[in-house]
Nanobody, 120 residues
Framework: QVQLVESGGGLVEAGGSLRLSCAASGNIFSITSMGWYRQAPEKQRELVAGFMATGTTNYAESVKGRFTVSRDNAKNTVFLQMNSLKVEDTAVYYC??????????????WGQGTQVTVSS
């Protein structure tokens, strides 16, 4: 069984910074993609930033230049450094990892979500 555990959310003033972490544990054979999504009230979940299976690193247009996604492959961990936060960044942030087992079957796993609230 695989678990993703997130940490680092909280309340911050506009212009401030936060760093999110997401560590995967359990029976992990390989990770093909990892990244961060967010969901604001009454809005659809959207990709914020992530390392895609194609090898590219994608960012939402709204966070380019402010957010940086990074990873520690040895620790199966993905990070999201968020700088110059805006009120509109307020949302629940979820990490996502797509894993492949030794037979090549892929499965998506999600973290429990962490609230990020940016005050004006």
């Amino acid at each position: 069984q695989v678990q993703l555990v997130e940490s680092g959310g909280g309340l911050v003033e506009a212009g401030g910074s936060l760093r999110l972490s997401c560590a995967a544990s359990g029976n992990i054979f390989s990770i093909t993609s990892m990244g961060w999504y967010r969901q604001a009230p009454e809005k659809q979940r959207e990709l914020v930033a992530g390392f895609m299976a194609t090898g590219t690193t994608n960012y939402a247009e709204s966070v380019k230049g402010r957010f940086t996604v990074s990873r520690d492959n040895a620790k199966n961990t993905v990070f999201l450094q968020m700088n110059s936060l805006k009120v509109e960044d307020t949302a629940v942030y979820y990490c996502n990892m797509r894993l492949r087992d030794k037979w090549g079957a892929a499965s998506d796993f999600w973290g429990q979500g962490t609230q990020v609230t940016v005050s004006s």
